[in-house]
């Protein structure tokens, strides 16, 4: 039995997901020589569908954990209860503006992480684009692209699905919950996550991997170095440290590597060399009236002529610096005509003029008047206090046009991919003061990440 036991752990270390090896029988007698050899086994091909049944169940661990995981550690998400009733319809409907009430790390960090972790998952039963690693190939840009497009399903799946926040717990029902930030960065960030990870395996982690034969040295640094990636894994039944492009940690040698797929050529006549569309995330900065505004963005140009892009853009931030019990966000949402004059250029400079409107949120919060309504009502079950969360706090939201001028500089590093270096805008608005702050207009400087898409 002990021999046995370690046979199963090297296996799972060195070929994780395969099973123990099967036990030659003691006695091999050879046939008799009238019996005619058995035949060729006949090679079948390799299957490239996507695997869905493997795909739902991972996602449905993913999912179950998550929502375990608020059941346990939430009040608030057990005392609401759950269905898709009247507290779920109220949820969905209820959904507007930038901010949802969770701190920084939450939104900016935990989010992405679970649209890194998603996109991972399918990835794993996308036999086709498994082993693309990062690279300036067609093949892995694609990966990408199909990866993010199941992180944002399964994000909005999380958030306002049948099984989601919205039906357990209702969470969007109340104030200050409604926000569309986790619509937005859960699969836009998650996928930068996911670039930012496969570009660590291959620059980081397997020259590590080459220079040392330790498996605990390799183990940790797959596992460590690429958290989504790991958790992915594990939602899969597989070891952290599975890679579809490799073997395990200690069958791995240098030579046995499947090494990236060289860029594929493509003459112009089959690509152009300028996209018809892009799809740009970046990180923002904004300020009002002297006080940051810290969020993000996202875009959608398409390209209408040689040097003319209609562009749709959405961002959003949260306001720092208010005064105490006090927090504000703000909204945009504008559409309008983007001018490329070097569109096929390394550098390619661009400026643009974006109409719509905005949107700002501000709740102002009173501990005298909460200790007041909590006295009370004495009898009521903590876990229910965010059921009075409206008798002391005071909430002013607007809307307003909004118009946007600016100007910015995008660096090329492959027909697919493109470093947005700066963006720099200025806002106008017709909205008024709220809480002493001047919003009526504000810089903004972001800075991301621009996949172009028909040029590979």
Same mark, same amino acid.
């Given at each position: 039995?002990?021999?046995?036991?370690?046979?199963?752990?090297?296996? +799972?270390?060195?070929?994780?997901?395969?099973?123990?090896?099967?036990?030659?029988?003691?006695?091999?007698?050879?046939?008799?020589?009238? +019996?005619?050899?058995?035949?060729?086994?006949?090679? /079948?091909p390799? %299957?490239?569908?996507?695997d869905?049944?493997?795909?739902?169940?991972?996602?449905?661990?993913?999912?179950?954990?998550?929502?375990?995981?608020?059941?346990l550690?939430?009040?608030? *998400?057990?005392?609401?209860?759950?269905? %898709?009733?009247?507290?779920?319809?109220?949820?969905?409907?209820?959904?507007?503006g930038?901010a949802?009430?969770?701190?920084?790390?939450?939104?900016?960090?935990?989010?992405?992480?679970?649209g890194?972790?998603?996109?991972?998952?399918?990835?794993?039963?996308?036999?086709? @684009?498994?082993?693309?690693?990062?690279?300036?190939?067609?093949?892995?840009?694609?990966?990408?692209?199909?990866?993010?497009?199941?992180?944002?399903?399964?994000? $909005?799946?999380? $958030?306002?699905?049948?099984?989601?926040?919205?039906?357990?717990?209702?969470?969007?029902?109340?104030?200050?919950?409604?926000?569309? +930030?986790?619509?937005?960065?859960?699969?836009?960030?998650g996928?930068?996550?996911?670039?930012?990870?496969?570009?660590?395996?291959?620059?980081?982690?397997?020259?590590?991997?080459d220079?040392?034969?330790?498996?605990?040295?390799?183990?940790?640094?797959?596992?460590?170095?690429?958290?989504?990636?790991?958790?992915?894994? #594990?939602?899969?039944?597989?070891?952290?440290?599975?890679?579809?492009?490799? *073997? &395990?940690?200690?069958? @791995?040698?240098?030579?046995?590597?499947?090494?990236p797929?060289?860029? $594929? *050529?493509? /003459?112009?006549?089959? @690509?152009?060399?300028?996209?018809?569309?892009?799809?740009?995330?970046?990180?923002?900065?904004?300020?009002?009236?002297?006080?940051?505004?810290?969020?993000?963005?996202?875009?959608?140009? @398409?390209?209408?002529?040689?040097?003319?892009?209609?562009?749709?853009?959405?961002?959003?931030?949260? #306001?720092?610096?208010?005064?105490?019990? /006090?927090?504000?966000?703000?909204?945009?949402?504008?559409?309008?005509?983007?001018?490329?004059?070097?569109?096929?250029?390394?550098?390619?400079?661009y400026?643009?003029?974006?109409? &719509?409107g905005?949107?700002?949120?501000?709740?102002?919060?009173?501990?005298?008047?909460?200790?007041?309504?909590?006295?009370?009502?004495?009898?009521?079950?903590?876990?229910?206090?965010?059921?009075?969360?409206?008798?002391?706090?005071?909430?002013d $939201?607007?809307?307003?046009?909004?118009?946007?001028a600016?100007?910015?500089?995008?660096?090329?590093?492959?027909?697919?991919?493109?470093?947005?270096?700066?963006n720099?805008?200025?806002?106008?608005?017709?909205?008024?003061?709220?809480?002493?702050? +001047?919003?009526?207009?504000?810089?903004?400087? /972001?800075?991301?990440?621009?996949?172009?898409? &028909?040029?590979?």
């Open positions: 039995m002990l021999s046995e036991f370690i046979i199963s752990c090297f296996t +799972v270390l060195s070929h994780p997901g395969d099973g123990p090896p099967q036990k030659p029988p003691l006695f091999s007698p050879l046939p008799p020589p009238f +019996v005619k050899p058995a035949p060729a086994a006949i090679t /079948t390799q %299957i490239e569908s996507v869905w049944s493997g795909l739902g169940r991972s996602s449905s661990r993913l999912l179950g954990v998550m929502h375990g995981f608020r059941w550690t939430e009040p608030g *998400t057990r005392a609401a209860g759950f269905g %898709i009733g009247s507290g779920y319809t109220r949820s969905v409907t209820n959904l507007h930038w949802d009430g969770d701190p920084f790390y939450v939104n900016y960090v935990g989010h992405p992480m679970q890194a972790v998603a996109g991972r998952i399918f990835s794993l039963h996308d036999p086709k @684009y498994a082993k693309a690693e990062f690279g300036r190939g067609r093949t892995y840009w694609k990966a990408k692209l199909r990866s993010a497009a199941f992180a944002w399903a399964f994000s $909005e799946q999380f $958030e306002i699905g049948l099984v989601s926040e919205a039906s357990i717990g209702h969470i969007q029902r109340d104030f200050p919950q409604q926000g569309f +930030v986790d619509h937005v960065v859960t699969p836009t960030i996928l930068s996550w996911t670039i930012a990870e496969d570009a660590v395996d291959r620059f980081i982690i397997r020259p590590i991997e220079r040392t034969t330790n498996p605990w040295v390799r183990m940790l640094v797959r596992s460590f170095l690429s958290p989504a990636r790991s958790f992915a894994n #594990m939602m899969d039944m597989r070891v952290p440290w599975y890679r579809d492009s490799r *073997t &395990g940690v200690l069958a @791995y040698t240098p030579s046995s590597v499947s090494r797929a060289a860029a $594929e *050529t493509a /003459t112009r006549e089959q @690509y152009p060399a300028i996209a018809p569309f892009e799809f740009a995330v970046a990180s923002a900065w904004r300020q009002f009236d002297g006080k940051p505004c810290i969020g993000g963005s996202a875009d959608a140009a @398409y390209r209408v002529a040689s040097d003319w892009q209609i562009a749709l853009a959405v961002n959003g931030c949260k #306001m720092l610096g208010l005064p105490a019990n /006090t927090s504000a966000d703000s909204l945009a949402f504008q559409l309008g005509p983007r001018w490329t004059p070097m569109p096929a250029g390394k550098w390619s400079p400026a643009h003029l974006l109409v &719509g905005m949107k700002l949120t501000q709740e102002v919060f009173d501990p005298a008047k909460k200790r007041a309504v909590l006295e009370a009502n004495k009898d009521l079950d903590p876990a229910l206090d965010y059921t009075l969360h409206g008798q002391y706090t005071t909430l $939201e607007s809307s307003f046009f909004a118009v946007t600016g100007m910015g500089l995008d660096y090329k590093l492959n027909s697919a991919l493109a470093i947005r270096v700066a720099f805008e200025y806002l106008r608005s017709g909205a008024r003061n709220l809480g002493g702050v +001047v919003y009526n207009n504000g810089f903004q400087m /972001t800075t991301g990440m621009v996949v172009r898409l &028909g040029t590979w």
